[in-house]
């Protein structure tokens, strides 16, 4: 199988192996099991090549319905990938913008739903708390699509969502959490995504929410395309507060002790 940590996907902008942190026990964590990434909906033929060269088998999904519709998932017709929905909705961006402007596409939003519709925006670390408050289930299955793979097949998981650094940050935060990586580098994970989406990515998707009628606000390029550390470490800080760390938060959502520590033993070895 192809190493793809480094060298990346042709067609996606935020894709990455979570393997090689420092573990807080000594060592790192393995490479070739859990991958992270934007919507791989625009791969070129060589990405789609690349990517079925890796040894990922299994294609979590974390939007919503109506983001599938709009931007299908172009995967490898090569060989067969096990693809799951799990959607999150909080993170869909888009959506939640358009429904705070009550926006039909019919007409400009006027001055008033412009101001409603900025104070109702909320900051990523409280975004992310939402997330968890009701995503329980859907992360503790991820942890056990991982705990499910294989070396000598290609089962290794992709989790992605639309930009692959808001949903995808905090299943993967948790994840690796929970595997013992050290909360330093799950940070420095985390923050990585604003750089990997600088550019095209960010600079379509503002030019999208500005076709909206929502002002590109320094509040708004955040929440859209930033990855501040203070916002995952607000998420890691309620996870300590209220289940003692991610390995409680799992098991809330029904990730067993055996399942967790399979989970431990596949990102740490």
């Known amino acids: 199988m192809a190493d793809v940590g480094t060298s990346g996907i042709d067609g996606l902008s935020n894709f990455r192996d979570t393997g090689g942190m420092p573990l807080t026990s000594g060592g790192r964590s393995r490479s070739g099991v859990l991958f992270r990434s934007d919507a791989p909906s625009a791969l070129t033929e060589k990405g789609a090549a690349d990517l079925a060269a890796t040894p990922i088998g299994v294609v979590v999904d974390l939007r919503t319905s109506q983001e599938r519709a709009a931007a299908p998932d172009r995967l490898p017709a090569s060989r067969p990938f096990h693809e799951v929905d799990l959607s999150i909705l909080e993170g869909a961006m888009a959506g939640m913008m358009q429904d ?6 019919t007409a400009a939003p006027s001055p008033a ?3 409603a519709a900025l104070a109702a925006l909320p900051a990523l670390g409280e975004m992310y708390v939402g997330m968890l408050q009701h995503g329980a289930d859907a992360f503790a299955q991820i942890a056990r699509l ?3 793979a294989r070396d000598d097949v290609p089962t290794a998981v992709l989790v992605h969502c639309t930009a692959g650094k808001d949903r995808t940050g905090v299943a993967t935060a948790l994840l690796l959490d929970a595997a013992g990586v050290e909360r330093g580098a799950i940070v420095a994970d985390y923050a990585s995504s604003e750089g990997h989406l600088a550019g095209p990515w960010a600079d379509g998707t503002l030019q999208m929410i500005s076709s909206l009628g929502l002002p590109l606000t320094p509040e708004v390029r955040t929440l859209v395309t930033g990855t501040p550390p ?5 998420a890691l800080t309620w996870i300590d507060t209220e289940f003692g760390g991610a390995a409680g938060y799992l098991a809330s959502g029904g990730l067993t002790p055996a ?11």
């Open 100 to 105: 705070l402007l009550d926006d039909d596409g």
């Open 113 to 115: 739903q412009i101001s």
């Open 146 to 148: 991982v705990t499910a």
């Open 230 to 234: 203070a916002a995952i470490e607000q």
């Open 259 to 269: 399942g967790l520590a399979a989970l431990r033993s596949r990102l740490a070895g």
